[in-house]
């Protein structure tokens, strides 16, 4: 096993991998920018390493830095968490040329995966469903045309080399064709630098499945079931659940066993996730890999009580996986909500600054996977993702009950937040009653206008900013001692000081 790890990554997935490496008795290095020199991550780990200024192209994303740190460091494989290099396939093999073991799929897998048209081409030849459409990247206008009138209207073109929904347009007639491919060209050449388009059938209200799989160097691989996470707002996922609402164990049974062949026939190993769409009459269609851990990941570890982030671990140091299919199943229900510093009442602004106050939510069956503290900054540059609350209760019902309330329980001051936006999404009688697609957000919350807890934490940010303020202000005249100024925390005691002695 490993005795210590870099952490090439920061906010709370930084921290959710520190405690495992801590669980493991394995020593952890940070990696952080120079915004994040007080964040939680560094003062998490045991030892702390600046790479480079606050934009993430010169830190985070800083390949060379990261390595030579490793090697500084006496690191022996770098976990990159999500996000920055973890799916980029040029990281893994500098790794791989260093002697530095990457913490998830091999470069071959990632490439492969990371390739759409592909990794179609694959797929089918596996006997893998994939969603009806053009087998290649089309050389003109007229196949277009013709592919998609075979398809059949509306047709969704998509990026070759995308993902996140970049490159991605609806045509529904012939005539709108030609103007959408232009543009969806355009789109993916910004995006990605490669303007490759192709056509499939577009699915209507689709539900958004994927499978956890974990994969070890020795040929054995499992899934561990699925999450359900359709409630998304323009392409960023805001609720996970599983098990899924939608799915029977006959279903769930066949979309595990094509997940795991999706692995196999990829060569891939560590943890991974298969995603599907599933549309309206429960057809199933493999849509893509995700080759790392992924941030809804807790909701999977709650209902089948394995570690993720321990496996992970486990199998890049060469150990086999420690159960087999069999042994695992499912238990109860979870949901993951995604705190995001972001203004919900502003287009989804996102939102940065000083959080002043954090009161973190907590009780039976409420984990809450963390990256702030109350006194750190939220940067500008980076995902404005805070933290994610997860419950995991014994059936649905009581899960939602608990999510709200862990929500009612739950304050973060100084910047806008998502929380209040997410209880209206779990207390929602079509969430509740499972009918969830990826139109929820869109057909049941668009133009929500916010509650009374929204403007009593208004008030008491403003509040609390004032004795922020206050303390750095008053405090001066009377804690100045030469030219040496003492910085004082508490504003109660700033506040008695300054009537005391200056004000006379
Ligand atoms: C689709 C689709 C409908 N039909 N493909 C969006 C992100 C990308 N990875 C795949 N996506 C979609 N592909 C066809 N042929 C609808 C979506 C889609 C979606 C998928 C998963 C989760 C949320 C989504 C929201 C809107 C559209």
Same mark, same amino acid.
């Given at each position: 096993?490993?005795?210590?790890?870099?952490?090439?990554?920061?906010?709370?997935?930084?921290?959710?991998?520190?405690?495992?490496?801590?669980?493991?008795?394995?020593?952890?290095?940070?990696?952080? /920018?120079? !915004?994040?020199?007080?964040?939680?991550?560094?003062? @998490?780990?045991?030892?702390?390493?600046?790479?480079?200024?606050?934009?993430?192209?010169? /830190?985070?994303?800083?390949? =060379?830095?990261?390595?030579? +740190?490793?090697?500084?460091?006496?690191?022996?494989?770098?976990? #990159?968490?999500?996000?920055?290099?973890?799916?980029?396939?040029?990281?893994?093999?500098?790794?791989?040329?260093?002697?530095?073991?990457?913490?998830?799929?091999?470069?071959?897998?990632?490439?492969?995966?990371?390739d759409?048209?592909?990794?179609?081409?694959?797929?089918?030849?596996?006997?893998?469903?994939?969603?009806?459409?053009?087998?290649?990247?089309?050389?003109?206008?007229?196949?277009?045309?013709?592919?998609?009138?075979?398809i059949?209207?509306?047709?969704?073109?998509?990026?070759?080399?995308?993902?996140?929904?970049?490159? @991605?347009?609806?045509?529904?007639?012939?005539?709108?064709?030609?103007?959408?491919?232009?543009?969806? @060209?355009?789109?993916?050449? /910004?995006?990605? *630098?490669?303007?490759?388009?192709?056509?499939?059938?577009?699915?209507?209200?689709?539900?958004?499945?994927?499978?956890?799989? %974990?994969?070890?160097?020795?040929?054995?691989?499992?899934?561990?079931?699925?999450r359900?996470?359709?409630?998304?707002?323009?392409?960023?996922?805001?609720?996970?659940?599983?098990?899924?609402?939608?799915?029977t $164990?006959?279903?769930?049974?066949? @979309? *595990?066993e094509t997940?795991?062949?999706?692995?196999?026939?990829?060569?891939?190993?560590?943890?991974?996730?298969?995603?599907f769409?599933?549309?309206?009459? &429960?057809?199933?269609?493999?849509?893509?890999?995700? !080759?790392?851990?992924?941030?809804?990941?807790?909701?999977?570890?709650?209902? +089948?009580?394995?570690?993720?982030?321990?496996?992970?671990?486990?199998?890049?140091?060469?150990?086999?996986? #420690?159960?087999?299919q069999?042994?695992?199943?499912?238990?109860?229900?979870?949901?993951?909500?995604?705190?995001?510093?972001?203004?919900?009442?502003?287009?989804? %602004?996102?939102? /940065?600054?000083?959080?002043?106050? %954090?009161k973190?939510?907590?009780?039976?069956?409420?984990?809450?996977d963390?990256?702030?503290?109350?006194?750190?900054?939220?940067?500008?540059?980076? =995902?404005?993702?805070?933290?994610?609350?997860?419950?995991?209760?014994?059936?649905?019902?009581?899960?939602?009950?608990?999510?709200?309330?862990? %929500?009612?329980?739950?304050?973060?001051?100084?910047?806008? +937040?998502?929380?209040?936006?997410?209880?209206?999404?779990?207390?929602?009688?079509?969430?509740?009653?499972?009918?969830?697609t990826?139109?929820?957000?869109?057909?049941?919350l668009?133009?929500?206008?916010? +509650?009374?807890?929204?403007?009593?934490?208004?008030?008491?940010?403003?509040?609390?900013?004032?004795? =922020?303020?206050?303390? &750095?202000?008053?405090?001066?005249?009377?804690?100045?001692?030469?030219?040496?100024?003492?910085?004082?925390?508490? $504003?109660?005691?700033?506040?008695?000081?300054?009537?005391?002695?200056?004000?006379?």
């Amino acid at each position: 096993m490993f005795k210590k790890i870099l952490i090439a990554n920061r906010g709370e997935i930084a921290a959710r991998i520190i405690k495992a490496c801590q669980e493991m008795g394995i020593s952890t290095v940070a990696v952080y /920018s120079e !915004a994040d020199r007080e964040s939680l991550h560094v003062q @998490m780990a045991d030892e702390a390493f600046c790479i480079g200024p606050a934009p993430a192209v010169e /830190s985070y994303l800083d390949m =060379d830095a990261i390595i030579r +740190t490793a090697h500084a460091a006496g690191a022996e494989a770098i976990h #990159p968490g999500y996000g920055f290099l973890a799916e980029n396939a040029e990281f893994d093999r500098l790794c791989e040329k260093e002697n530095i073991v990457f913490i998830g799929p091999n470069s071959r897998a990632l490439k492969l995966v990371g390739d759409k048209v592909r990794s179609r081409q694959t797929m089918e030849k596996a006997g893998v469903p994939i969603i009806p459409g053009m087998k290649g990247i089309p050389k003109d206008l007229s196949e277009c045309e013709s592919e998609a009138k075979k398809i059949g209207f509306p047709v969704m073109i998509k990026a070759s080399a995308g993902g996140g929904g970049k490159g @991605m347009r609806i045509v529904h007639s012939l005539k709108d064709l030609k103007s959408g491919l232009e543009a969806g @060209m355009r789109e993916a050449k /910004s995006a990605f *630098g490669d303007e490759s388009v192709y056509l499939e059938k577009y699915i209507e209200e689709p539900r958004h499945v994927e499978f956890q799989v %974990l994969a070890d160097n020795h040929g054995n691989v499992v899934h561990l079931y699925e999450r359900e996470c359709s409630i998304q707002r323009r392409h960023q996922k805001i609720v996970e659940e599983t098990p899924s609402q939608a799915l029977t $164990p006959e279903l769930r049974s066949r @979309m *595990g066993e094509t997940a795991k062949k999706v692995m196999q026939v990829s060569g891939y190993n560590n943890a991974g996730t298969v995603e599907f769409l599933l549309d309206k009459q &429960k057809n199933f269609y493999f849509l893509e890999v995700n !080759a790392r851990l992924q941030v809804e990941h807790p909701v999977t570890e709650l209902t +089948t009580g394995v570690d993720l982030v321990h496996q992970q671990i486990r199998i890049a140091s060469g150990e086999k996986l #420690p159960f087999q299919q069999e042994d695992l199943s499912q238990r109860g229900h979870s949901i993951e909500c995604r705190i995001y510093a972001e203004d919900p009442l502003n287009n989804f %602004l996102p939102s /940065s600054g000083k959080v002043l106050y %954090l009161k973190e939510p907590k009780g039976p069956g409420v984990r809450h996977d963390c990256g702030i503290f109350s006194g750190s900054s939220v940067p500008i540059y980076y =995902d404005p993702i805070l933290a994610k609350l997860i419950v995991w209760a014994e059936d649905r019902e009581t899960a939602c009950r608990r999510m709200i309330h862990a %929500l009612e329980d739950y304050v973060i001051l100084g910047i806008k +937040t998502t929380i209040d936006f997410l209880k209206e999404v779990i207390a929602h009688p079509q969430f509740q009653a499972g009918n969830t697609t990826t139109s929820f957000i869109e057909k049941h919350l668009d133009g929500w206008e916010g +509650t009374k807890k929204t403007e009593e934490i208004l008030k008491l940010a403003l509040i609390a900013s004032a004795f =922020d303020n206050l303390d &750095k202000t008053h405090a001066g005249p009377v804690v100045n001692r030469g030219d040496v100024r003492r910085e004082t925390h508490s $504003p109660w005691q700033s506040l008695g000081k300054w009537r005391l002695g200056g004000k006379r």
